[in-house]
């Protein structure tokens, strides 16, 4: 059954009735402008005395009694057929356990997997891949896009070419778009291969009860890995357990169970004991990930006005042995454009796979697209900003255009001369956009015990967002309760399901299952204190810390005395994310301003300032959320400016797997920033959250890009943007 509501919805310049209809027990979507006593309150991370004190329990954390160590030997070879593989030597290492062996006849990648041993240290295990001798025979390797495309090129798998069939996508005619424009502007942009560099890198503990099988595991998603796993060893799925209490980090690069976990449990087999295997940092950046590299050929057309007639991208770019590496998003969906035709190949290379990695194909897109953005609107002498707001169909970004101007002090910097000397300013903005809807299926359990506590239980997982945190939040809200009475369980496959954490999904997809527990359980807490209150269950409301008469708050019981009336140990209720309803917006807009300073006699570029104007449906922890988006903004910055993954064209190897040598942001390189939300009720799910770790990533390098462009007078169209690159742009090398 289902009814029907009209719901107050909109942001602050645009306000509409909407109707939706939704399940029966599906409590009333939040509106605009509702009152909350713990939503929307800054509030610290529940778990953050326990990180700031060393106590959470990380994968790395965990030791078992009777615990051995995993290491994994790796091809040093980027193409090689694999003979024999010998692990006699290692076997007879006193203190080695188990040896075992992939059966991959190829090896594609310098560094993919070839054997595992598990010993009772460390250094015993270490000795142990010594000892394992592989017989390799090297085959012709592929370790750019120049190379991969030339007719000669060996191919990097035996079945076809390097690179993959055009994906085409075509709006209105281009042709006749350029036909149309009074000015147009052609070049080509190309970015990175860059490295998710998690804090805790990729690696799990594997044990072994009989048939049943309990990994700890750094992941993104619990059930993805529970399920590879019962494929793998053919188990049911109750005979699986995987447990994630805390993940340092994974942005896209943790989700299945890769070779590391896989190997990691046939150890824990064949040793008949548990196994821990956690990777260092050099084999993290070889085999677990990456986001792909870029070359696009943009060409972009206006007409005198500055709108749009035009927009084409023919994109390449490689993920290595694996695809993914599309990043035509923003030139489909950021601006009003009638004509648009874009052209994406995956390009094939002897390089580590990429995976999906904060908010994919998206940060690449944007940087050539915005930068072209600025050299055209320049060739017509046209503001940038006003540019781009000319070309916005989005009512969201152009609030969220005025906010970021008027923090920034648009106006008045733009029109500023600019002054004279080697050290250069220049401001830069760009436009964002991401689709952080969430999708159904996640569950959760609410409980009330007769103490007067109440906990949270879902097999979601915290990846370092907050997530436990803005859980919590949700049904202390719902119930009316401290946030200090809800205890949060999470990270257990034990637990109702929940879905992977990924693509800003978190949020969005489980804060509605657990609103919908909450109010599951508040229902029957209603029908236990209706009597006592001489009331109608219909006539009640949680807030305050009491179950009350509406109207009447006098009459009232506290949540602890309403508990104390349950016949059992506890009550609990269940939860889950009905499909989304329509309502008044599903997407979401942004913008970001950056200042940056241009040393013309090094090429050093410093960021100085971003301004990040973003909107993400309602926000739970206003604090939570500015720390997302410092984190993206952050990430940006080492995307714009410092990271590359380099490998060496003679030997196919990558040169830089340590952290000496990949180069992070570090506190010095962190600009000044300054967040603002334009919160928006869109009545899609009972909360109204949309997720907030993609969109906060995806304009920054592009700000920054047009920021460079800007101080020196020429654009630097490449990523990242190195000394050596900004000096050839100003001719000096």
Known sequence: MARRLTLKLGFARQVQDVTVVVPDDEPTPWELDERFAVVGVDTPRLDGPLKAAGSARYTYDIELPGMLYGAILRSPYPHARVGKIDLAGARRIPGV??????????????????????????????????????????????????????????PVFASGSNATNAKLFEAGNVVHGFGQAAAVHEAIYTTQVQAHVSLETHGSVARWDGDQLTVWVSTQGIFTVRDDLMVFFALPPENVRVITAYIGGGFGSKFGAGAEVIMTAQLAREAAAPVKLMLPRAAEHLATGNRPNSWQHVKLGAAADGKLTAIELIQRGSGGIG?????????????????????????????????????PGWPQGCFGLELAVDELARRLAIDRLEFRRRNNSDAVRALEYELGARAFKWDERSRATPKKGSVRRGIGVASGSWHGLGRPGSQAQMVAYRDGRAELRTGSQDIGTGTRTILAMVAAEELGIPLSQVRVEIGDTRYLYAVPSGGSSTAPSTTPAVRQAAAHLKDKLFRLAAPALGAEIGDLEARDGTIRVRFEPSRALSFAEVCRRIPADSLSADGEHVPDYQGFRTNQAGCQFAEVEVDTETGIVRVLEVIAVHDAGLIIDPLTARSQVNGGIIMGVGFALFEERRLDPKIGVMVNPTMDDYKLPGPLDTPGIKVIFVEVANGVTNTGVLGLGEAAHVATAAAIGCAVFDAIGVPVRSLPITPDRVLDALGKI
């Open 97 to 154: 356990r188990a040896a075992i062996a992939r059966d991959d006849q190829v090896v594609r990648f310098a560094g993919q997997e070839v054997a595992a041993v598990a010993a009772i240290s460390p250094q015993v295990a270490d000795d142990a891949l010594a000892a394992i001798t592989v017989d390799y025979q090297p085959l012709p390797f592929i370790a750019n896009m120049e190379q991969a495309l030339k007719p000669s090129a060996p």
């Open 323 to 359: 695809g993914g590496a599309g990043s035509s998003g923003p030139y489909k969906q950021l601006y009003n454009c009638p004509n648009v035709r874009t052209e994406e190949r995956n390009i094939y290379l002897n390089a580590g796979p990429s995976s999906p990695m904060r908010a």
